[in-house]
């Protein structure tokens, strides 16, 4: 696979443009019309942190409300709405496109390629995600105000929605389209664009992590898509797809959703264990332990994501047997996942540990992740979920495995790379205060969640009994100053894009990253490897 | 490659320098979504219909300046074989993630048939659903539910046979898989008479075979008390042969693209990404139909 | 095995749990599950009690290892990376298998309560629950007994923006209705959960029951309540505006009270109520009369 690729000029027809045109495009067009992968890459993550920023504001809403009993600022219904576009712009505007964000930038850089595969669709699959969201909160205006029953969208209330359905319907087949595209391009560019030598048994975890993301997008958001389709028929067309009348079943609904959905929390979760697998032994400077095995944990929990979805259905009155099949195959996720804690341990043992911002955000993420795990692993257990099942438990459970997992993985990632982004150091100091406001508060504001869950208080709801008040008031102070300190994050990054000490081209000098994207000057030149790099031992990752 | 001296030949990958085509293709969809959305609920204030006009116009735009922007990149010979599987990859995953489009609806026709449908009307484990709700329901299938939903007002209706128009679409299609299967080693042996010749064949058989689907469709609703609103029979019959029939169009339309470039003379025997693309659509077509035929008609 | 240790476990815990205090719900502690009123609950807590320290134990050793190596392996220790250390196909099988242990040792109990939770045979009695937006109605199959069940005036007019009141003034904020469902102890009663506008689920924690009520299904489940007793319990899927506002209370009472509740409920409501059935379901006395 001989790569390497051409500056055309302005005009791509005429060859009589040389080679080595590096004149960067200026002005609104070179956002507009991007098809640099590192342009693209920017644009996903700064419009995830904004999405991250609305999303949050959306949450400081809930806990507020949440802050004592009685209905205190905002009516049920607009209490609904808020809950049901939080998890929408956190999952599908924040946490993906972060990620989307990240392969962009590092793919690339990481296999040798010049590009991603496929420029003009990578530009495609961002810009529609600004109209996709433009489209979702417009319906905040209309009558009836915004989507108000819940991200899973269960009919058949979200039946009873008013203008606000079709607008959240096709926002999110929009969506949908995009992580589509975005996962085509992943694979397209790990499949065909590796630098000479670089098999897959070299390549970066990272890369390995996406590439099996992608699989489960492609193989996920169709599915979706169907599913709101069926939907919008029911809504407008009279079909009957989960009316029992005419021989359907709303429950129906809840399985296709959730083989989309159970899939996608792993879609949130996969590159994050792809980041902190190249954090951690860069700080420990030793290599990742068990490479292959992590991939093989990855490719096996991608698996058997696609059966266990009905684990989130136990209370539906599934048959008995299904409920036994679900409970176990649920549980086994827990093994494989398993071996990735242990894996990242081990990658630790007999190492020589520093405690960069990125460290410290990969070793949150490990404590934290495997908090919600095992949470998690309660849930799966279906006797016990009967009591579980929408309640703060619930709540607890997957903001630890996606606030202290994927949104951490992606602050870390976000240090890790920064430098070589900008070419700047940042100020630690500031994102070592950063991290410790956020570990700490995380736990303020999500632990106690537990505790409210089992003690009896449902989720989605805008006002409770008395007896749940204190630990709501200790969630939602954590809340606020969690949410208070992400303002930190961004202080460091506008000044770290500012300037700051040149950082060099390994970025992490005194520590051992490993990977081709340390061989290029910090900040990487705007166009990735024209002519593919050299694979030597040093360069990639030693697998054996 | 064709021409000499084509960044193609020195073995770079090309990588295009900015484009407006997707932003303008996301203002499209925008402009689109928007336009169905309003056209559904009905919006007054701004008429949906003329918005959702409108984003069908800026697609077909989008298309034909998209589309033309490559084939004109392509025939200049910027492209080396990296690029080609970049795209053959591509298309092969976007195939894919239409094959799931289409597991969907499946899986909700065999969850009708399979659990739904005994629920309630009193098998398996959920005997009282039949018992306090839906007394007097056998269940079955075909059905339109318990309720019978559907345009007769005593609720009957036909389903459609998989003899007849069903058996001839099978047959349409069956047989453009093989026109085009001619057409491609034509392309490849050179023979250009034969290879436009048994691409127009295929498209005009796919045209007949949406033809067909039409009279279909009017059968099923004028004579056969088959509709959209037929309970679960007509949902799941409907949305399967609906979106299936769709993309027999848009294969369709994207044959006679290709087939109107064959006459310009584009594609040569080892550089013919977008005639293999269309081609390997058209068998998933092929194939969904095949599907379809079993579970929906036949079955 | 496993059980009996579960056993022992759960009933020194359950000692512990019991001194810490607890409001609003009966038998409820502010940060754990009840242990509840029924064979099913108490086996429901024993099972949450046993995985919640499974996972504690499992988190000592995972989490000890992590610390130990952020202690031991600092380079402000000195500590020098041995960058041979790399994989052992060794160790990756023992952590593979280990886990696999203790999660077949966790399904075991797990599907023993399940399979007893979903075993509706030998009722003594059925009530079929139906939820609306937002109420739930209430029928003694066989008994011509009908009556909905809805949120208490004085939650309902606290809970109003603006009312003024303090929720602390209202007993059992949010969590009364005007007519609790009524029930006698010691019997086995099935509830047919079904829902009529959009999906409810009928959750009351010291049963361990939550059940989805689905519009045009109907969905089994059943208690055996073993204490005389008010207990309380919520909608527990979200179904639109007033969600938070559908509470669901069970009054438990001996068997001679509730034969004289449900003679007096008859002789006030019978006429009324026995149409009511009828209409609703036709077919339905005769093929689910316990
Ligand atoms: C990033 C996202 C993410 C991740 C990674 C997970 C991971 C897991 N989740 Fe979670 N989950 C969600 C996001 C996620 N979840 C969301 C968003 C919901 C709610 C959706 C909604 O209703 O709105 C949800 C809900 C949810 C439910 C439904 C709850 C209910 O509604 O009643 C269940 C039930 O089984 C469940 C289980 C699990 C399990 C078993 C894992 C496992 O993958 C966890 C495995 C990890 C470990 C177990 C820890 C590490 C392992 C070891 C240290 C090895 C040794 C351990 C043992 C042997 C125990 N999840
Ligand atoms: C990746 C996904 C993701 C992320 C990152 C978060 C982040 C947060 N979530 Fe969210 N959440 C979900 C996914 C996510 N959540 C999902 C799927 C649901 C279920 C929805 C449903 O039931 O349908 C949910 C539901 C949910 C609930 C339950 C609502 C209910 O049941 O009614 C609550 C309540 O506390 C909550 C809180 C929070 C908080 C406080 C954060 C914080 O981490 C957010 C922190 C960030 C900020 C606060 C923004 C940055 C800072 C500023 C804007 C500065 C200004 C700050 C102040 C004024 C203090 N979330
Ligand atoms: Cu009824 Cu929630
Ligand atoms: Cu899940």
Redesign the interface.
């Known amino acids: 696979?001989?790569?390497?690729?051409?500056?055309?000029?302005?005009n791509?027809?005429d060859?009589s443009h040389d080679?080595h045109h590096h004149d960067k495009?200026t002005g609104i067009?070179?956002w507009?019309?991007?098809?640099n992968h590192k342009d693209i890459g920017t644009m996903y993550l700064v419009f995830s942190l904004i999405m991250f920023f609305m999303g949050g504001a959306m949450a400081m809403v809930i806990r507020a409300e949440l802050w004592s009993p009685g209905l205190q600022f905002v009516d049920p219904l607009f209490f609904n709405s808020m809950t049901t576009t939080h998890a929408l712009l956190m999952i599908f505007g924040a946490v993906m496109p972060a990620f989307v964000g990240l392969a962009n930038w590092m793919i690339p850089l990481q296999v040798g390629?010049?590009?991603m595969?496929?420029?003009?669709?990578n530009?495609?699959s961002f810009?529609?995600l600004?109209?996709a969201f433009?489209?979702l909160l417009s319906s905040f205006f209309t009558a009836g105000g915004g989507p108000a029953g819940g991200w899973t969208m269960y009919p058949p209330l979200a039946l009873q929605a008013g203008?606000s359905f079709?607008?959240m319907i096709?926002?999110i087949?929009?969506m949908g389209?995009s992580s589509?595209m975005g996962?085509?391009?992943v694979?397209?560019t790990i499949?065909?664009?590796r630098a000479p030598g670089l098999t897959l048994l070299k390549l970066p975890i990272f890369c390995w992590a996406w590439l099996i993301t992608a699989y489960l997008l492609?193989?996920?958001?169709?599915?979706l898509?169907?599913?709101v389709?069926?939907l919008?028929?029911d809504h407008?067309?009279?079909?009957?797809?989960f009316?029992?009348?005419?021989?359907?079943?709303p429950?129906?609904y809840q399985?296709?959703f959730w083989?989309f959905g159970h899939p996608e929390v792993y879609i949130l979760i996969l590159p994050a264990f792809g980041i902190v697998s190249e954090i951690i032994p860069t700080f420990s400077r030793k290599p990742l332990f068990g490479y292959e095995a992590m991939i093989y944990a990855t490719a096996s929990i991608a698996f058997l994501s696609f059966i266990v979805w009905a684990h989130h259905m136990f209370t539906t009155?599934m048959?008995?047997a299904g409920q036994m099949f679900f409970m176990m195959s649920t549980m086994l996720i827990a093994v494989p996942t398993g071996v990735k804690v242990f894996n990242w341990t081990t990658t630790m043992w007999k190492g020589s540990l520093t405690f960069e911002p990125p460290m410290l955000f990969s070793l949150a993420f490990l404590f934290l992740f495997t908090i919600g795990g095992f949470s998690g692993l309660m849930l799966a257990i279906a006797p016990a979920d009967f009591q579980y099942q929408d309640t703060y438990f619930v709540v607890a459970h997957f903001h630890y495995v996606l606030v202290s997992g994927a949104v951490f993985a992606i602050m870390a990632s976000v240090y890790y790379w920064l430098p070589k982004w900008t070419g700047h150091m940042y100020s630690m100091a500031l994102a070592k205060t950063h991290f410790w406001l956020s570990a700490v508060f995380v736990n303020v504001l999500f632990f106690p969640q537990h505790f409210l869950g089992l003690a009896g208080m449902p989720r989605r709801i805008p006002d409770y009994n008395t007896q749940f008040t204190d630990w709501n008031r200790v969630s939602s102070l954590g809340g606020f100053v969690f949410g208070l300190s992400q303002i930190l994050f961004v202080i460091v990054i506008i000044q770290c894009v500012r300037g700051g000490p040149k950082a060099s081209a390994k970025v992490w000098d005194d520590a051992t990253p490993e990977g081709l994207e340390w061989t290029v000057d910090s900040p990487a030149p705007y166009?990735s490897f024209e002519t593919p790099p050299v694979i030597t031992e040093e360069n990639t990752h030693p697998s054996h | 490659m064709a021409n000499a001296?084509?960044?193609a030949d020195?073995?770079?990958?090309?990588?295009?320098?900015?484009?407006?085509?997707?932003?303008f293709?996301?203002?499209s969809?925008?402009v689109l979504?928007?336009g169905?959305?309003l056209t559904?609920?009905g919006?007054d204030s701004i008429p949906g219909s003329y918005v959702l006009m409108a984003g069908f116009a800026l697609i077909f735009v989008l298309f034909y300046g998209?589309f033309g922007k490559v084939i004109?990149?392509n025939q200049?010979g910027?492209y080396n074989l990296?690029v080609d599987?970049?795209?053959r990859?591509?298309m092969m995953?976007?195939i894919?993630?239409?094959?799931?489009?289409?597991?969907?609806?499946f899986?909700?026709l065999f969850?009708?048939r399979n659990?739904?449908?005994p629920?309630?009307s009193g098998e398996?484990?959920?005997h009282?659903?039949h018992?306090?709700?839906?007394?007097?329901y056998e269940g079955g299938w075909p059905?339109?539910?318990?309720?019978k939903?559907g345009p007769h007002a005593d609720g009957s209706f036909e389903k459609m046979d998989a003899v007849g128009l069903p058996a001839i679409n099978t047959l349409l299609l069956l047989t453009s898989g093989v026109t085009i299967t001619v057409a491609h080693h034509a392309l490849r042996a050179g023979n250009r008479a034969v290879l436009s010749i048994f691409l127009a064949l295929t498209f005009i058989l796919g045209f007949i075979f949406v033809g067909c689907q039409a009279l279909e469709y009017h059968e099923a609703y004028t004579e056969r008390g088959l509709?959209?609103?037929?309970?679960?029979?007509?949902?799941?019959f409907?949305?399967l042969t609906g979106f299936h029939g769709l993309h027999v169009t848009i294969g369709a339309i994207m044959l006679t693209v290709i087939w109107l470039r064959t006459l310009k003379g584009h594609f040569t025997a080892d550089n013919h990404f977008a005639f293999e693309a269309v081609a390997w659509y058209w068998h998933f077509v092929d194939v969904v139909w095949l599907g379809l035929f079993v579970f929906v008609y036949w079955l | 095995m496993f059980d009996v240790n579960g056993k022992k476990l759960t009933a020194v815990l359950a000692g512990l749990v019991a001194t810490l205090p607890a409001w609003g719900y009966q038998n409820q502690s502010s940060y754990n599950m009840t242990q509840g009123v029924t064979p099913v609950a108490h086996e429901v807590y024993a099972l949450h009690m046993i995985i919640f320290w499974v996972c504690v134990a499992i988190a000592v050793v995972v989490f000890g290892a992590m610390i130990y190596s952020l202690i031991a392996f600092r380079r402000s220790n000195g500590a020098v990376a041995d960058r041979t250390l790399t994989h052992s196909t060794k160790v990756e099988i023992i952590w593979t298998t280990i886990p696999v242990f203790i999660l077949i040792a966790m399904a075991i109990p797990a599907a023993k309560t399940l399979i007893m939770m979903e075993d509706t045979r030998n009722s003594e009695m059925s009530i079929?629950i139906t939820g609306h937006q937002w109420q739930w109605q209430y029928e003694y199959l066989g008994e011509g007994v009908m009556f909905y069940s809805r949120l208490s005036q004085n939650s309902n007019e606290a809970r109003q923006r603006g009312s003024g009141i303090d929720p602390a003034t209202v007993k059992d904020y949010l969590l009364s209705v005007d007519h609790p469902l009524v029930v006698p102890v010691d019997t086995k009663i099935r509830v047919?959960i079904?829902g009529n506008d959009v999906i409810h689920a009928w959750w009351v924690p010291d049963f361990a029951i939550k059940k989805d009520a689905i519009p045009?299904?109907?969905?089994?489940s059943w208690f055996k309540a073993e204490k005389v007793g008010h207990y309380l319990g919520q909608c527990a899927e979200l179904c639109g505006r007033d969600h938070g506002f559908m509470p669901i209370n069970v009054d438990v009472l001996s068997k001679e009270d509730y034969a004289k509740w449900l003679a007096d409920k008859k002789a006030a409501a019978a006429p009324a109520a026995a149409t009511a059935l009828n209409v609703s379901?036709?077919?339905?006395t005769a093929?689910?009369a316990p």
């Open positions: 696979m001989a790569h390497a690729h051409t500056h055309d000029g302005v791509h027809l060859h080679d495009p067009g070179r507009l019309y991007a098809t390629a010049p590009d595969a496929l420029p003009r669709m530009n495609y810009w529609i600004p109209f433009t489209l203008t079709p607008l096709f926002a087949h929009l389209a589509i996962a085509i391009n694979i397209v499949m065909n664009m492609i193989a996920v958001m169709p599915v898509a169907g599913a389709t069926m919008l028929t407008y067309f009279g079909t009957s797809f009316n029992p009348a005419g021989g359907g079943d429950v129906m399985h296709i083989f009155g048959p008995l166009h | 001296h084509t960044p020195q073995g770079k990958y090309y990588v295009p320098h900015g484009s407006p085509w997707p932003f293709g996301s203002v969809l925008f979504m928007l169905a959305a559904l609920e919006s998209w004109e990149e200049a910027m990296d599987r970049s795209f990859m591509g995953w976007f894919f993630s239409e094959v799931m489009f289409f597991a969907a609806f899986g909700a969850y009708a659990l739904s449908i629920w309630l398996g484990a959920k009282a659903t018992a306090l709700i839906w007394g007097s059905t339109n539910g318990p309720l939903l509709q959209l609103g037929t309970g679960i029979y007509g949902s799941t409907f949305m | 079929k047919l079904t045009g299904f109907v969905n089994e379901a036709p077919a339905a093929a689910v």
